[in-house]
Nanobody, 125 residues
């Protein structure tokens, strides 16, 4: 499956952005999806994940209560709604996919085998 993330940009602290990740070339509803981010000089870190049918989600502590992951299997798209943005949320955001229809929510980046190009999110103070 090929993934294309979009929706990044420059926003002031406290603002909102919605990222989208469009999938093609696979059966999207068969994939668990995740969002990760990488700030300059730092490791790529887990942000959020959603299971294949959208019934289960899990978030990093740093974004819990501010970010919401969702998916629309009819549109082959996963979303990341980001509210109350902080300067420390500044990073390149990546979506990832793994063919998996189990109930375990996947947080490890090493378990994802499909990655899209990232989209830059910059939060100014």
């Amino acid at each position: 499956v090929q993934l294309q993330a979009s929706g990044g940009g420059l926003v002031q602290a406290g603002g909102s952005l919605r990222l989208s990740c469009a999938a093609s070339g696979g059966t999207f509803s068969s994939y668990a999806m995740g969002w990760f981010r990488q700030a300059p000089g730092k490791e790529r870190e887990f942000v959020a994940t959603i299971d294949w049918h959208g019934g289960g989600t899990y978030y990093a502590d740093s974004v819990k209560g501010r970010f919401t992951i969702s998916r629309d299997n009819a549109k082959n798209t996963v979303y990341l709604q980001m509210n109350s943005l902080k300067p420390e949320d500044t990073a390149v955001y990546y979506c990832a996919a793994r063919a998996y229809q189990g109930s375990t929510l996947i947080r490890l980046k090493s378990l994802y085998d499909n990655w899209g190009r990232g989209t830059q999110v910059t939060v100014s103070s």
